[in-house]
C-alpha cells in the first residue's frame, strides 16, 4: 500500500514530535522532507530521522510533486499563510493551533482549503488522549446521562517566558484555547456564552505584559448545560489536566497521569507521584494517534476529526472571554462575531 | 465536672441527631428536656434517650431554671424568634442554619443575643468533618502557599419535595448556603462578588416553583482569589461532596467518604462503593464534633467556633447569587447590604 | 421492650470499649454492672457509664438474677474459668477472644456451655468490620467465582511491651488468631494445613522471648484453595489490615481505613493520610456490630454468629502454625488435635 | 557516532517487538538483519521495518563482520546453542529468557560466553518498567528502612494453549520465573530456600499434562527476609503485576497500570478500568528500556544490567520450586546444585 508523504514545516519541539511519530509510529506515512527557518534544525532532523530532503523555506515542499501533504509546526503567524500555500498547491493540511489569531485571517486561509478540496486537520491533540477519548465515549453513549455540569481544570506546571507571553495573544488565545476545544467535543455542543474571573497572581509581569495567568470561565452551552473551566499558568505540582462531566445518570472524570505507579507509606503519610510533567510528556500518545487520524483521513478519503471550524470557533470562545474579563460581565460569543 | 443541661427545641430528623450525640456521644453535657411541636415526637425522643422532660412548646425550656443551654432545631422561620426567646432567659444557643431567611430579622436576633451575653453557634456542620477540618489547616498551615483557586462540588442525592421547595427560600438560601459558609471558612476570607449560571435541568416543577436545581456560582474573594461552587439538587450516585484549594505551593482536596473500602475486579472493570447517601451518614461524625465544640465554648467560656456573623453572611451571598442569577451578572455583596 | 442486662467483666481498653458500646450504641442493651480486679477502675467506668453497680471480683454478677448476660472482658487466663460460671449461673456469654490458650481447657468451657444451655459469643471483632461484611458478601455471592488464592496483610504499628510478650502465648495465638479466623470466615472453609516462614526482625528482645515478630503463613484449605497471611509487629505507617480474595472470576479486596480524606500535592509528590492507628480506632464501629448481633442473638433466640467452635479452632491452628515454625515443615490441624 | 548493527534471530512476537524497538524507540541501534526458521516471517518482518537482509537461518547472522550483536528470540530450545555461536563468532549478546531448561546446558553457554569475552544481557524485561525501577530505588536508597517482607502477585489474563504447557517446563520455569527474577532484583538478596502450595484450580488439563496452574511460593532470603508470590494462569480482569516491599520504615507497592484514567459512577457505583491486557501491552516501555540499557552497555563497554549469573539462578530457584511441590517440604536452592 502507497504511503503518505510528509513534509514537516517547523523543526522546533512540536514539529520533532510530529516528524518521529510520523517516521517511526504512524501507520501508512513517511516524511519526505522538512523545512525550518534555522535551516540547521531542518538539517538535523533530517539527519536524524533519513529524511531525504530538507530546506530552511518550505517553499520547495509546496512546489514538490512527491508530497502529499504537510504537517505545520512553524510559529503562529506562519500558519494561515502556509495553509494558502499547501492549498494552493493541493497538499492535505494538518496545521497546529492556533490557526491565525485574527478570525478574518482565519476565515480567508479556511476558504483556500475549501476552494482547493484538501483535507485539513488542526491539531488539538487533548481530543486524542486514550482516556479524554474513553471519556467523550462515556458521555456519547449517554452513560452519564444528559450533561448538566462540564468541569475542565487545566493547570501548566510553569510560565512561559515573558517575551513569549508578550506575543502570545493572552491566555484564552494562547492556553484556554484548548479547554475550549475540549469542552466542544466532550460535549458535543456549542457554546453561546462565557464569563470570566480571573486575575494576575503568579507573576506581577506578566500583568504588566497586559494577560492574566489564572482565570475561572464560566461556560453557558446551547443545550443548557453549564461549564466551568479553571486555569492557572504555575501549577508546583505538575501539569494538572482533568475532566469531569456531571449528568443526569451519573458523572465520569478523567484523572492526572503519572510516570509510575509507585505508592510509598512511612511515618509521615502515603506518597505517590505527581503528574507527567507537562504536554510533551501528557500527550505523547495523543500526538500518535491525532497524526494516525490525520494520515487514515487522507489515504481513506474520509473527514479529519478536527476541521476547520474546529480550528475556528475556539477563537472566537477565546475573544468573548477575552472580552468577558476586560468588560466584567458575560459575553455571548454571537457579539464577537458581529 | 458539672454538665451542661441542654434543652433539645425541634424533635424532627436534625433534632435526633443533636440530642443522641449529646446524650452518647458529647462529653460534658446531658439533655434535660426535649421539645417539639408535635408533642408525641418530644415524648418518643424522650423516652428513648431518657430525658426527664418533654413539652409541645418551648416555652418550658426557657422558663427552666435547670437548663443551662438550647439546641433549636425547629423549622427556619422559628429561628430567629427562638435565639430571642433564649437570649433573653439567659440561656446559651446552638441554633441550626439558617437564621432567617431575612436580614432585618437575622439582626434583631443577633441584637438580642448580643444584648444577653450569651453564646450563639450556628449549625454549619460540614466545617466540623475530620476531612473538612484537616483541609482548613493544611491551608491555613500554608502547605499548599498562598490559595488562588477554590473548588466546591455540592450536589444532593436526590431534590427535596416539591411541596419544600416552595418554602425553602430557593436553591441558594437552602443549599448552597453551605457551600457559602464552606468558601469562607477553608479560604479564612471574604467574598465581595458573586457571579451564578444555572438552570433547571433536573424537574421542571422546580422551575414552576420558582427556583432553579443546577447552578454553578462564581465567587471573588477580597484578597484576589477566584472561588467555584457546582451544585445539583441530583447526583444519582449519592451525595457528592468535595472540596479543592489551588495555591502557589500546591493542591489540596477532599475526595468523597464511603461505607466501605472494598474493591473488586470482574471481567467487566473495576468497581467501588458509593459515597456515603446524605448528610445524616456523610457527616455523622461532625455532628458529633460540632456539638461537642459548643458545649466546650460554654462550659469554657470561649467564642463558639461559628458566630452569629458567621450565620448572616451565607445569607447575604445567597441574596447576591439569586441577584446575579436573576439578573444575569456579577453582584457585588455590598448591592445586597444598601 | 425489655432489654438485654449486661454485666461487664474487665473494664481495661477492651472492656471500656465493649461497655460504652452497650451503653450507648447498642440497641436493646443495657449495662447493670462492671466487675475490675481493680475496683477503682470498676467504679470508675460505672460512674461514668451511669452504671448502677460495680464490682472487684464478678462472683456478684453472676450470682445477680438481674444480669441476663456477661460480656467478658478480663485478661485471657481468667476466659475459661469465669465462662463456666456464667454458665452455670445460666448467663449468656460475649467472651473476648481467645477462650484460652490450652484446648483441653477450651473444651471444658465449651462443654460448660453446651450443658447449661447458654448463648457464646467470641470476641473475634474484625468480621464485623463493614468493609470486611461487605468482602464477605461478595465472596459468599460468587461475585468472584470459586475462591483460588487468599492474602490477608496484617501488621501492628508496633509490639506490645515484652513482658506481654513473654506471657501472650507467641504471636500466632496472640496476633496471627485473628487472621486465622478471618481466613475461615472470607473463605467459608477449613484449613487443614499450615506452613510458616517467619523470624525476628523487628525487636531481638522478642527473639529473647522465645517469640518471632514476623511471619508468613501459608494455609491450605480443605476445598484446595491457598491462603497467605503476612504478619510483622512493626508497621511504622500504622495499622495495615488488608484481605483479598481472588478467584475463578475475578478479585476483591479491602483496603486500608483512613481518618480522612485529604489528598495535597506539592512539589515533591501526592501526600494522603496514613491508616488509623489501631485497633480501637480502626475497628470501631466493628465493635458496636459484633455486640449489637450478640445482643440480637440473645433477644431473639438465634444463634451467635461467632460460636465456641470458632474460637476454638484458630488455637488450633495457633498451634499448628508455631510447630510448622519449630519443625519448619508443613503442618497439618490434625497433628494438633492428635 | 557509530550505531551498534544488531542482528534480531527469531521473528515471532517478542523477535517483533524488540526489532521494532531497536528500529525506532532505541538510541545508537540499527537492525541489519533478521533470521527466523520461517523465511516468510523474516521477510515480512525485514520490509516493515526497511531491514536490509534476512534469512531462514541464523548462520549467516553470525558470519556477517557487520553484525556487531545478536537479539535472541528464538524457541527456548535454540538459545544456549545460538549464545554459543554468537560467542564464538565474537557478537554481543541479549537472549531472552530462559537461556535454558538444563543447568548443565545454561553453564555450558555461559563459559562460552565467557571465554569470548562479549556482553550477554538475558531478557528479564519486567526490571527495566518504570514503576519496578522506581520501587527498586525506593528499595535501594532505603526509603522503606530494612526490607522485611516482599510481594509479588503475577497473574496471567489466560492460560497458553496446553500444547505449549507441555513443553513450557511447568508454570516455575515458565511464568514463575519472572517473578524469582523480580525476587532477587527488588531485594537485591539471594533467595536460600522456596516452599510451594499449589494445585490445579483453573483447568484440569494443565493437570493431565503434569503442571499446575496455581501456586504460592515462600522465600526466604539469605539476609532473613521472607517474601511471598503467588501466581494464578488466570485472572478473568486481566494481567496482575504487583509487588510490594515492606520493611523497618515502611512499605513500598506498585499498582496495575491501566489504559486510560477514567472513573465513572452512576447508581450501582464507581467503575473504572481493568489492567492493562498482558505483557506486550503492559512492559511496552519495559522492552525499550531493556535493550536500550543493552546497546549502552556494548556501546559504552559497560555490564549489561541482567548477567548470565541472572539468568541461571532464577532457573535454580524454579527447580527448587518444583521440588518443593513434588515433595511437599521447603527445599533450600543447595539441594539442587548438589
Known amino acids: 500500500m502507497k504511503k503518505l508523504r ?17 517516521a517511526y509510529r504512524v501507520r501508512g506515512a513517511t516524511v519526505v522532507a522538512v523545512a525550518d527557518v534555522v535551516p540547521e534544525s531542518a538539517e538535523k532532523l533530517a539527519a536524524e530521522l533519513q529524511v531525504p530532503r530538507w530546506y530552511g523555506d518550505p517553499a520547495p515542499i509546496f512546489a514538490d510533486a512527491e508530497v502529499d501533504a504537510v504537517a505545520i509546526c512553524s510559529s503562529t503567524d506562519t500558519h494561515a499563510k502556509f495553509i494558502e500555500d499547501a492549498a ?33 486537520q488542526v491539531g488539538f491533540n487533548r481530543r486524542f488522549d486514550p482516556s479524554f477519548q474513553r471519556l467523550r ?11 448538566h455540569i462540564l468541569r475542565i481544570t487545566s493547570r501548566d506546571p510553569a510560565p512561559p517566558p515573558i517575551d513569549y507571553v508578550k506575543v502570545s495573544g493572552g491566555i484564552f488565545l494562547d492556553m484556554t484555547i484548548h479547554d475550549f476545544d475540549m469542552a466542544r467535543f466532550m460535549m458535543g455542543d456549542e457554546v453561546v456564552e462565557v464569563y470570566v474571573a480571573g486575575g494576575v497572581m503568579v507573576d506581577d509581569r506578566i500583568g504588566q ?19 466551568v473551566i479553571d486555569n492557572s499558568r504555575k501549577a508546583v505540582y505538575g501539569y494538572d489536566q ?7 445518570a451519573g458523572v465520569a472524570n478523567v484523572t492526572n497521569k503519572t510516570p509510575d505507579n509507585v505508592v510509598r507509606c512511612d511515618c509521615t503519610g502515603v506518597h505517590s ?23 487514515n483521513a487522507v489515504l481513506n478519503g474520509t473527514e479529519p476529526p478536527v476541521s476547520g471550524l474546529d480550528g475556528r470557533v475556539p477563537v472566537v470562545m477565546a475573544y468573548a472571554a477575552k472580552k468577558s474579563y476586560d468588560e466584567h460581565r458575560p459575553v455571548r460569543l454571537s457579539e464577537i462575531e458581529a
Chains 1, 2, 3, 4 share one sequence.
Request: glycine letters at 12%.
Open 242 to 248: 482533568t475532566v469531569e462531566v456531571f449528568g443526569s
Open 273 to 295: 507521584s505527581l503528574p507527567l510533567y507537562f504536554f510533551v510528556e501528557r500527550y505523547a500518545e495523543a500526538y500518535v494517534v491525532e497524526m494516525q487520524e490525520f494520515v
Open 6 to 22: 510528509v513534509g514537516v514545516i517547523g523543526a522546533g519541539r512540536i514539529g520533532r514530535v510530529h516528524a518521529e511519530n510520523l
Open 209 to 227: 505584559a497586559g494577560d492574566i495567568d489564572t482565570a475561572v470561565t464560566t461556560l453557558r452551552f446551547r443545550g443548557g448545560a453549564i461549564g
Open 88 to 120: 494552493v498547491a493541493g497538499k492535505h493540511i494538518f496545521c497546529e493551533k492556533p490557526i491565525a489569531l485574527n478570525l478574518a485571517r482565519i476565515d480567508r486561509a479556511l476558504a483556500a482549503v475549501e476552494k482547493a478540496g484538501v483535507k485539513l
Open 137 to 147: 465515549k462515556v458521555v456519547a453513549n449517554g452513560e452519564i446521562g444528559t450533561p
